[in-house]
Every structure is written in C-alpha cells, then in structure tokens.
T-cell receptor, first 115, second 114 residues
Framework: AQSVTQLGSHVSVSEGALVLLRCNYS??????LFWYVQYPNQGLQLLLK??????LVKGINGFEAEFKKSETSFHLTKPSAHMSDAAEYFC?????????????FGSGTRLLVRP | GAVVSQHPSRVICKSGTSVKIECRSL??????MFWYRQFPKQSLMLMAT?????????EQGVEKDKFLINHASLTLSTLTVTSAHPEDSSFYIC??????????FGDGTRLSIL
C-alpha cells in the first residue's frame, strides 16, 4: 500500500522568503511522486513530478523538489515566495509511470504569503 | 498544453433531482478518466476510475447506483449524481489520462443541493 503525509496543514511565509512544504511517502515499490497546486474553486495543476530519473526535480513557477529515498521524503521548495504562490498544495504518489493508474493524495498544505 | 474541460462549473438544484457533470479531454485521447470528490479544506477523494468503453471501477464506499459514470468515448466522461440530496453537495473534479500524458485535471464542479 502507498500513502503520503504532508506535515503542516498551513504554512505562512513572508513575500520573498523561502518556501518549504513537506511531504513524506510510504511505498513498498519504487514510487512516482507528484506535487500539484490548487487555486480556489479550480482543479489541480501539475507543478512537478519525480519518475526515478534525477532526484532533484525542477518544476514550473520556480518550484523544485528533491527525492530522498533514505528519508522517504519529497519536499517542495521555492527560494523566494510571491504573493501569487498562495494556494493549496498537494503531494501525491503512485506506483507506476502509467498515468492511467490512480494517484494517492496527501491531505494538502495551504500556503499563505504575507506582504 | 493538454486541456481538460469540465462543465458546469457550478450547479444549484433542488433535492431529488439528478445532475450530470461532463468532463472532456480537448486535445488528447483520454483512455482513462478519474472522478474525485473534495470536501471543504480537505484532500481529493477518488470516487471511481473509468476506462473508455468499459464499466467504471468504484472505490470502496462509493455507491455506483448513486454516482453513475459513463465513458463512452475517448474524449468524454460523464458523472451523474442521481436523486441528489444535500449531503451530496461538494466539489467534484475530473481528470483525464492517456498515452504519454500525465493526469490533467478539470477545473471542478461545485454542486449545491438545496
């Protein structure tokens, strides 16, 4: 079975500060990991994905995440927060690169950006 | 990039009516579509997975007679909430996946049952 844990339901940072959103996974097989962003009343937009290639993954909007097998983590970071980054962020895991297989989502982290 | 269109974006209706939500893949063949339900300030809960031309696979605890899913073509899947009641009020999101395509999500449908 696979699962994802996102530590911190809310994270608040100042504009320009480092963003760090935490995600730990559990998987009995090599995982495929994703970060999605959701703006109010919208669907999910893919930020980045790890598919067993490079452990440091760069995504859109300046976000990146590092896969650390020893720590079973896939934390999302951005060097400098913008007001437009305020949204809900979801980490997800699946067991295959086949996109027709279901994703398991974490509970989400709401990012607040203070001016 | 690939786009998934979900319609309607918002619907308000009386208790007892049935509501149909459409999910269209606009520029790729969606061999698999997923339907999720999201409660306020919570994560997405997968309701069912549908493959084109076959019956949907429902997650445990989801009533298949309540939530009818049809995936008759490679570009369209529909979710019908039958005899809707206030407890069915929620945000419903679809996603579509296909060969060499990650899951792409629709913008969701906010369903309010009075």
């Amino acid at each position: 079975a696979q699962s994802v844990t996102q530590l911190g339901s809310h994270v608040s940072v100042s504009e320009g500060a480092l963003v760090l959103l935490r995600c730990n996974y559990s998987s009995s097989v090599p995982p495929y990991l994703f970060w999605y962003v959701q703006y109010p009343n919208q669907g999910l937009q893919l930020l980045l994905k790890y598919t067993s290639a490079a452990t440091l993954v760069k995504g859109i909007n300046g976000f990146e995440a590092e896969f650390k097998k020893s720590e079973t983590s896939f934390h999302l970071t951005k060097p400098s927060a913008h007001m437009s980054d305020a949204a809900e962020y979801f980490c997800a895991v699946t067991s295959t690169g086949d996109s027709s297989y279901k994703l398991i989502f974490g509970s989400g982290t709401r990012l607040l950006v203070r001016p | 990039g690939a786009v998934v269109s979900q319609h309607p974006s918002r619907v308000i209706c009386k208790s007892g009516t049935s509501v149909k939500i459409e999910c269209r893949s606009l520029d790729f063949q969606a061999t698999t579509m997923f339907w999720y339900r999201q409660f306020p300030k919570q994560s997405l809960m997968l309701m069912a997975t549908s493959n084109e031309g076959s019956k949907a696979t429902y997650e445990q605890g989801v009533e298949k007679d309540k939530f009818l899913i049809n995936h008759a073509s490679l570009t369209l899947s529909t979710l019908t909430v039958t005899s809707a009641h206030p407890e069915d009020s929620s945000f419903y999101i679809c996603s579509a996946a296909g060969p060499n395509q990650p899951q792409h999500f629709g913008d969701g449908t906010r369903l309010s049952i009075l």
